[in-house]
């Protein structure tokens, strides 16, 4: 089976005033010290998001907080909306050097360098499920001094998460799983996910991959989310059929051998303790249709991973 996991859509506009450490508008004046947001360039193989757009730090501008934003040699936003929203600019990869006072703000894992580190960090961390990598990265800010402000856990004053996967991170994921399906098809492996100019255009590009192929079946858990939702969209938009499951479906807490008849299995809940399997260990030798799985909204590596394969 091949995994594809899928994009979502992280581009966040504002943070939350308590992350970034004021309870009401700043300013600059004495006796006061302005809140430094410090962006930096993604470092993961493919990863071309950034975390906040050009409208949402002019909004952290004109709020009183200073922003600096690091050059990028993949991001997907050019760097002259931020300049323009009165950025300062920084070096790619220069956040290590950035004042100690600094918030370093980025999406996706450090690269495991073992350093250890200093700074404040907003980003997802992948670590409180048992993952293997996310007790190195804790052991690293243990070590530095530094804190972790994981975005799968900050909330805003109304109980809600502030960044979440949405519409688009369905939407993406599965159309990222269907590519990988139909280079199955043809013997191959699909290729690295590149930035489209629009919805459109994703939907041109895979309907030529999917060309000449019969349609395969998916089936989506967590399709009454958001990212569900998005997930189910994409399937209809190139014929695709699609079984929709969700809570009530899986309260029997499996196992589901209906998932693997299906050829493609779209995982779109967020993963928490008690999460129940969809797709046991035993799947790489059961009888079995399945050979997608589009791990959109979970954490592969954790212990609470719905899939086991």
Avoid at 25 to 30: E, F, H, I
Avoid at 153 to 167: I, P
Avoid at 190 to 207: I, T
């Amino acid at each position: 089976m091949q995994a594809a996991k899928g994009w979502k859509q992280s581009v966040c506009g504002v943070l939350p005033r308590r992350v970034l450490g004021y309870q009401g508008p700043m300013t600059k004046g004495k006796g006061r010290e302005m809140t430094h947001l410090w962006v930096r360039a993604e470092q993961r193989p493919n990863e071309e998001r950034v975390g906040i757009t050009p409208e949402g730090a002019a909004a952290l501008v004109k709020a009183g907080i200073r922003v600096t934003v690091e050059r990028s040699s993949v991001r997907a936003i050019p760097l002259d909306g931020y300049q323009a929203a009165g950025c300062e600019i920084a070096a790619e990869n220069a956040w290590p050097g950035a004042p100690t006072d600094a918030i370093i703000f980025g999406l996706k894992e450090l690269p495991e360098y073992g350093t250890p580190l200093r700074h404040r960090h907003i980003m997802f961390g992948h670590a409180y499920k048992g993952q293997p990598a996310g007790r190195v990265l804790l052991k690293r800010f243990k070590a530095g001094g530094g804190t972790l402000y994981d975005l799968e856990y900050l909330v805003g004053e109304d109980g809600r998460r502030v960044a979440a996967f949405g519409y688009w991170a369905g939407y993406a994921g599965a159309a990222v799983a269907l590519k990988c399906w139909a280079a199955q098809q043809r013997g191959g492996i699909a290729g690295p996910v590149r930035k489209v100019a629009s919805k459109e255009a994703l939907l041109a590009e895979l309907g030529e991959e999917l060309w000449g192929l019969s349609r395969p079946r998916a089936i989506i858990i967590g399709a009454l989310g958001r990212v569900g939702t998005g997930a189910a969209d994409l399937c209809a938009a190139v014929g695709v059929g699609v079984t929709k499951w969700d809570m009530v479906e899986t309260a029997s807490g499996g196992p589901f051998p209906e998932v693997l008849q299906h050829e493609i299995f779209l995982n779109c809940i967020l993963a928490r303790p008690g999460c129940p399997v969809f797709v046991p260990a035993s799947a790489r030798t059961d009888a079995r249709k399945l050979t997608v799985i589009g791990d959109i909204a979970c954490d592969p590596s954790g212990d609470v991973s719905p899939s086991k394969v």
